[in-house]
């Protein structure tokens, strides 16, 4: 797909961006470019490919699930206003 100047001019300004005069055939070629290698891509039979979550085959580390950290609830209910049956009470907001 080759882009004209006109169409580049417009997507930088849907995208907002500042483009000078000077460099604009430079960015119709580099985007022109790479459409090009798009619909190359798109032409390649992917049908038999399995998808890929990451190109590495790799597994993620995990750590252990133990916890980490004393339970304190009784120690934060202690100075809350309202608490009932390990809860904190909040006032209604929906009316």
Do not use: C
């Not at 790479?34 to 998808?51: A, F, K």
């Not at 590495?56 to 004393?70: C, G, H, K, N």
């Not at 304190?72 to 809350?80: C, G, P």
């Amino acid at each position: 797909m080759t882009l004209k100047t006109e169409d580049v001019r417009n997507i930088a300004h849907l995208a907002r961006l500042q483009i000078d005069d000077d460099s604009l055939d430079q960015y119709t070629s580099a985007l022109s470019d790479i459409l090009t290698l798009v619909e190359q891509m798109n032409e390649v039979d992917t049908s038999g490919i399995r998808p890929m979550a990451h190109p590495l085959d790799a597994t993620q580390r995990l750590r252990e699930d133990a916890v980490t950290e004393p339970n304190l609830r009784d120690k934060f209910q202690a100075i809350a206003p309202d608490v009932e049956k390990g809860l904190y009470r909040v006032p209604k907001v929906i009316e």
